[in-house]
């Protein structure tokens, strides 16, 4: 098997630490939304994650999301979840997707539907997440979908999948399972505890997980401690550890430019730790934090 034409992988494969970003589809038609955050990256990440209906809402395709970055020269990470196709739907949008420009995908479950803005619809999930690996990597390796018919110009995705590493009993099989099934890379959530991420990374390097796959951690720069508590208390699998709630409490109208801070102490902290190969920024939009964070951290210009 050749190996995929990802800048991405590139930069990986070179031992270069990584920087991912992503950006939202907007709730609309509006093309001018998804370029105007693609410019802004430009340079300043190795490629940017297109969301597939974050939070369970509508929102423009990530296939068009795609095909916008990439006539920006991004490389976009297409985020395709199983919640809303059937696999003819998913072999269709691996498809549609390369032939737009993407070169990676993030495989996802996708939130409940319970969250968002239709929670009368209906999950499709005829593929699981590990189905959906393995149809990408069949694609990539054989030229075949699931129904084995082999198929001109297939795509040769890098393939991602998600994981979070710092939840209450931690499974490192689950992660296993998701490389055995053609993974090459891993996003994972939101951590700030770095002390946690080393104990992790020497767990699932024990069992060469970081010899298999590149691991890339994800971080959001906090603006304020109303959005520590909120992640707190609202998205799966993340924890802000107090003393970080506390300084962007005593910070006041500095709440921002702490919270950029932090970040750029967290990326650092994270080149140190044997094993990670790399940081997904995700700023919600706000494209001029991810460049203060990622020149602040010295990763500022991107490898060509």
Known sequence: MSRPPSRLARVLARGQFAVTAEVVPPRSADSGTVEAHGRALVGYADAVNVTDNPRASAHMS?????GLLAGLGLEPILQITVRDRNRLALTSDLLGAWGLGARSILCLSGDPLSVGDHPGATEVRDLSVLDLVSLAARLRD??????GKPIDAPPRYFIGVADAPLIAE???????????????????QIAYDLDALRSWAETVGS???LDRASVI????????ARTARFMNESL??????QRIIDALEEAGPRAEDVGVDMAVELVQGLRAIPGIAGVHIMALGRDEVIRRVVEGA???PRPV
Do not use: N
């Open 298 to 300: 010295g990763l500022f």
């Open 236 to 241: 799966f699998g993340v924890t802000v550890p």
């Open 142 to 147: 054989e030229g075949r979908p699931l129904e």
């Open 207 to 209: 069992r060469g997980i």
């Open 170 to 188: 931690y499974d490192p099989g689950r992660l296993e399972a998701k490389l055995d099934a053609g993974a090459d890379f891993v996003q994972t």
């Open 217 to 224: 951690v994800g971080m959001t720069p906090l603006r304020s």
């Open 62 to 66: 990530a296939v068009a999301g795609a």
